[in-house]
C-alpha cells in the first residue's frame, strides 16, 4: 500500500506567486515524521522542512511552510514568493514508528517557475 | 564540509558485470541507507543499516547486496548487473533511531547496457 501520495506529477507557478504541492499518507501509528525534500536538476536531495506529528503548529522554515491538517492525513508544502531557482522535483517523505527505520517517499512533483 | 560521499558518480555496466559502490559518511552516523530513483516511482529503500556489522532489507533488495564493516561506510554491490538495474543510486544517513533528519549524497548514475 502506498504510504506517500503526491497526485501532481508537474506544476507551474508564475515568479513571485505562491504555490502549493501535495502530499497525503498513510499511517495507523500516532508517531511519525513528515519532510520535504528537494531534488534540483544537479540531482541532490536537499532537505526543507520537518513536521512532528505531536508538533501543534505548521512548520515554517523561510519561505517554506507545511500545512499539516492530521486528521486529513495531507502534509502539503507552501512555497511563497517562488524564486527561478524554486525550480526543481520535490518529494514528500515519511517516518513512522512502525517502519522506524525506513522513511518512505512519494513519487514527487516536478515544479517550474515561469519568469 | 563531506557530509555524505558516493563513488563513483557515474558507471556504465555491460549485463553480467559486477560492481560496487560506495557511500561514506563523515556525521558518525548510525543508521545508513541506499536508495533507487526511477522516473515515476521516487525513491526506493533497497538496503539499510542500523549500525556497524548490520544490513537489512528494504523495498527491493533482489539483485543486490550490501555490507557495512565500518560505520562510516556502506557498500552497495550487484552481482550480475542487469538493465533493470539501470537508475540512479542515493546513499543517506541518520544520526540515530531519534534523529529524523535524513542526509543524502549527489547520487550515482548506474546505466547497464
Request: glycine share 10%.
Amino acid at each position: 500500500a502506498q504510504k506517500i501520495t503526491q497526485t501532481q506529477p508537474g506544476m507551474f507557478v508564475q515568479e513571485k506567486e505562491a504555490v502549493t504541492l501535495d502530499c497525503t499518507y498513510d499511517t495507523s501509528d500516532p508517531s511519525y515524521g513528515l519532510f520535504w525534500y528537494k531534488q534540483p536538476s544537479s540531482g541532490e536531495m536537499i532537505f526543507l522542512i520537518y513536521q512532528g506529528s505531536y508538533d501543534q503548529q505548521n512548520a515554517t522554515e523561510g519561505r517554506y511552510s507545511l500545512n499539516f491538517q492530521k486528521a486529513r492525513k495531507s502534509a502539503n508544502l507552501v512555497i511563497s514568493a517562488s524564486q527561478l531557482g524554486d525550480s526543481a522535483m520535490y518529494f514528500c517523505a515519511m517516518r513512522d514508528r512502525k517502519t522506524g527505520n525506513q522513511f518512505y517517499f512519494g513519487t514527487g512533483t516536478s515544479l517550474t517557475v515561469i519568469p | 564540509n563531506a557530509g555524505v560521499t558516493q563513488t563513483p558518480k557515474f558507471r556504465v555496466l555491460k549485463t553480467g558485470q559486477s560492481m560496487t559502490l560506495l557511500c561514506a559518511q563523515d556525521m558518525n552516523h548510525e543508521y545508513m541507507y541506499w536508495y533507487r530513483q526511477d522516473p515515476g516511482m521516487g525513491l526506493r529503500l533497497i538496503h539499510y543499516s542500523v549500525g556497524e556489522g548490520t544490513t537489512a532489507k528494504g523495498e527491493v533488495p533482489d539483485g543486490y547486496n550490501v555490507s557495512r564493516l565500518k560505520k562510516q561506510n556502506f557498500l552497495l554491490g550487484l552481482e550480475s548487473a542487469a538493465p533493470s538495474q539501470t537508475s540512479v543510486y542515493f546513499c543517506a544517513s541518520r544520526m540515530d533511531r531519534v534523529g529524523n533528519t535524513i542526509y543524502f549524497g549527489e547520487g550515482s548514475w548506474l546505466t547497464v547496457v
